[in-house]
């Protein structure tokens, strides 16, 4: 199994910058892509930027140019730095990692335990 563990995020004023970090650990696994999504309190889970292995990026059009996902490989870490922040980014951001385990011998895709992001006005 592997798991995802989140840390950053918390409250901000808007114009302001968070980085949010996620590492995963486990057993013999290989990481495919990594990346963040966020759900706001009625809304539906949405993507906000992911990065595949092979060099591709994904990003939400609302956070484009704002924020921007990175990726230590070796430590099998993805990263969110998120600047100029808007109340409307308010959500809980959760980590996501697809890949294969070698144990299970199968395809995975694990979620973090969610951040909040608050931004306020």
């Known amino acids: 199994q592997v798991q995802l563990v989140e840390s950053g995020g918390g409250l901000v004023q808007a114009g302001g910058s968070l980085r949010l970090s996620c590492a995963a650990s486990?057993?013999?696994?290989?990481?495919?892509?990594m990346g963040w999504y966020r759900q706001a309190p009625g809304n539906e889970r949405e993507l906000v930027a992911r990065?595949?292995?092979?060099?591709?990026?994904v990003y939400a059009d609302s956070v484009k140019g704002r924020f921007t996902i990175s990726r230590d490989n070796a430590k099998n870490t993805v990263y969110l730095q998120m600047n100029s922040l808007k109340p409307e980014d308010t959500a809980v951001y959760y980590c996501?990692?697809?890949?294969?385990?070698?144990?299970?011998?199968?395809?995975?895709?694990?979620w973090g335990q969610g951040s909040q992001v608050t931004v306020s006005a």
């Open positions: 990065s595949t292995n092979g060099g591709s990026t």
């Open positions: 996501n990692a697809e890949g294969t385990s070698y144990l299970a011998f199968r395809s995975f895709v694990s």
């Open positions: 486990g057993r013999r696994f290989s990481i495919n892509a």
